[in-house]
């Protein structure tokens, strides 16, 4: 006997609309990033659906964290922080 209560598997693949969910961006702009090719995804169906796999996800997510280190590192913030008490 099915159980509803079960939760889903771990999905392998992700939508557009899901990465956009995700990343907290519109879905043009989860589309802009495979289609440019910084986010890696396949085009599956009769329709051509995009799918993204969530480690491709995971390392695009660990790329972004990186480039804004290495960012950071070379624009160091030198102006007094406006959020912090004073």
Request: charged letters at 15%; proline letters at 6%; hydrophobic letters at 45%.
């Amino acid at each position: 006997m099915h159980n509803a209560s079960v939760s889903t598997p771990h999905l392998r693949f992700l939508t557009l609309a899901d990465v956009a969910e995700a990343l907290n961006i519109s879905a043009s702009q989860a589309y802009a990033l495979v289609r440019n090719g910084e986010l890696p995804a396949i085009k599956i169906g009769g329709r051509g659906q995009w799918r993204i796999e969530q480690q491709m996800l995971e390392a695009y997510i660990a790329r972004m964290y990186e480039e804004t280190q290495a960012f950071l590192a070379q624009h160091p913030f030198t102006q007094p922080d406006a959020y912090s008490a004073p």
